[in-house]
């Protein structure tokens, strides 16, 4: 079988689907529930969710509305159709060859706009769960492993298939290479081949798989179950767990010490060890 071919069995856009003109509905929809928990979806599913322009700064705006807004607790990503997200947009960029630089300047663009948006995720103070079903390839993959959790379906699949057209997926590298051990992360990114989802949770890539098409529901299940926590202590424990693993071994402990310090100090924390001592349900005031 072809390249081509294993491809496009796998889910990847066919050539009509991929030379479709791009889709006029909004790249990103927004569901609300009343649990604290905020459901961004994206919403190219029949050109299987390309990481576009538009889709990249849709997503980049949600976060921060999300991050600023105190009735989220929890942020979930997820995906319409029947796949989560095949990646970069091909054909947008392509476009760009006829350009007087040969695309250079909005590569350039798309890839800091894309390592962006990846960042803020990591970066972003509330908790964020991908809700992965159909495939997640090249940056579609980098999207999920950029996410602080993951459940995936069992018919999802991951793969980081740029070896595979001349185009080595160097951005979601760094997504995945600190997600799954070094030779993991080489064998998806020298191979390209797919991975399934049981082998995703084996490696370490996503957290849970469901049956097929239940992702939603065990990712809300995930989501609310700590947003029902402190915001504050989200807040804290997020950041903490990204910066510690940039220090060696003292410098993640002294840095732990004094944030469970300043954790100690909070009112939260102080509701949260009088509840459990006085045996009731905490009261959270997010301070």
Known sequence: MSPDNALRTEGAPSPEEAAAPPATAAPLVIEET???????????????????????????????????????????????GPAFSAGHD?????????DPDRGRRFFDYTMRTCADLMTEIVRLPKPVIAEVEGIATAAGCQ?????DLAVAGADARFATPGVSIGLFCSTP????????SRK???????????VDAERAREIGLVNEVVPAGEARVAAHALAARI???????????????????????????????E?????????????????????REPTWEGR
């Open 143 to 147: 999207l999920v492993a950029s996410c």
């Open 173 to 180: 590298m760094v997504a995945l290479s600190r997600n799954v």
């Open 259 to 279: 944030v469970m310090v300043e954790n100690m100090m909070a009112r939260d924390a102080e509701e949260g060890i009088g509840a459990f001592i006085e045996k």
């Open 184 to 194: 993991h992360a080489m064998h998806m990114l020298l191979t390209g081949d797919m």
């Open 90 to 98: 091909l054909k947008e960029l392509t476009a760009h060859r006829a």
């Open 227 to 257: 947003a029902s926590r402190s915001p504050l202590t989200l807040k804290i424990g997020k950041e903490a767990f990204y910066r510690q693993l940039e220090y060696d071994l003292d410098e993640a402990y002294a840095y732990a010490a």
């Open 34 to 80: 009343a649990d604290g928990v905020r459901r961004l979806v994206l919403n190219d599913g029949r050109r299987r969710n390309p990481l576009s322009e538009a889709m990249l700064r849709a997503l980049s705006d949600a976060l921060r509305t999300a991050a600023a807004d105190s009735a989220v607790h929890v942020v979930v990503l997820a995906a319409d």
